[in-house]
């Protein structure tokens, strides 16, 4: 009897509810949870929908990239490969798409000059920065040698080691490579891989990040010329055993340099320059990160 009694009250206290419900203009509680499953469901839409949206516009993006590298290609401005072999500058910038706050900042043109990145010490991770900001040359240092009779042989830019293992011989190639704007920036890096071109193009990305201003000055005792063709003091630099000092020299002297270490001074812009080397010069690995340190060193007031 009290079950029945309990019922009978549970309706009337619903009915009661849904004219008040009607009356009000009010959802009632069958209604209110369908209503709010149709809008888990509106929403979980709506994300779908946005995140079409988003793809949509990165493809579209992407397609205009390539439609604005094919057109500068059929101009002649993208015609001819660089002397790797690679894309062209403009292209790689055009398909570019940056990852960190720096690059977006130097995409969208905020930041226009490199030494703006240097003076501030801030890390540059995306290689395009430096292609857009600079217009680069790049070269290979020969720290190798061909084989050859009587273990002589030419020297080449990729040095070959071997690993033992129950397959055989597994070779590795190893390679330094140097890329400034002959204007005072050059970059030194390396690169190692199972195959030579893999090897280069590391280095040439690291040597890229690794980009540093060189400080520039006529500085010798007998020269008074306004250009910028010399280091503006004497800097010594050092690695391993290797101990490299540049010394100012007035115009028209040239690079009284090794070889390979002209290289380097030709792309960071030095045109006159008297040097001093020490310890175990062969090392032509440890030559370059000597000078390299050296031009580092430039910068120091």
Avoid at 101 to 113: D, Q, Y
Avoid at 225 to 241: D, M, N, Q
Avoid at 268 to 294: E, Q
Wanted: charged letters at 40%; one cysteine or more.
């Amino acid at each position: 009897m009290t079950e029945k009694i309990n019922k009978q009250e549970e309706k009337k206290e619903f009915g009661i509810i849904k004219k008040t419900a009607e009356a009000h203009g009010t959802l009632d509680e069958k209604k209110s949870e369908l209503k709010a499953k149709d809008a888990r469901a509106i929403t979980e839409d709506m994300i779908e929908l946005d995140k079409q949206k988003e793809k949509a516009l990165r493809e579209e993006k992407e397609k205009e990239a390539i439609e604005k590298a094919e057109k500068e290609r059929q101009r002649g401005k993208g015609k001819e490969r660089n002397s790797f072999g690679k894309i062209t500058r403009e292209e790689s910038i055009a398909v570019w798409e940056p990852k960190t706050k720096l690059g977006r900042e130097v995409k969208n043109e905020k930041i226009t000059n490199i030494d703006e990145i240097l003076d501030n010490n801030k890390k540059i991770l995306e290689e395009q920065i430096v292609d857009k900001l600079l217009n680069l040359k790049t070269d290979l240092i020969s720290i190798g040698q061909a084989k050859g009779k009587f273990g002589g042989g030419k020297r080449r830019a990729w040095r070959q080691t071997q690993k033992k293992t129950k397959e055989g011989n597994v070779p590795t190639f190893s390679t330094l490579a140097v890329t400034g704007d002959e204007e005072g920036h050059v970059g030194i890096g390396t690169g190692k891989a199972q195959e030579t071109l893999p090897a280069r193009d590391k280095a040439v990305r690291k040597a890229k990040l690794n980009i540093i201003k060189v400080r520039r000055e006529c500085s010798s005792f007998d020269c008074a010329c306004s250009e910028l063709h010399t280091v503006p003091f004497k800097v010594t630099g050092r690695a391993g055993s290797v101990r490299v000092t540049l010394v100012p020299a007035p115009q028209g002297t040239g690079l009284v340099v090794a070889n390979e270490l002209k290289k380097m001074l030709k792309l960071a812009g030095i045109k006159d320059v008297y040097s001093k080397t020490f310890g175990r010069k062969r090392t032509t690995f440890n030559l370059i990160k000597a000078g390299f340190n050296a031009l580092k060193k430039t910068n120091k007031k």
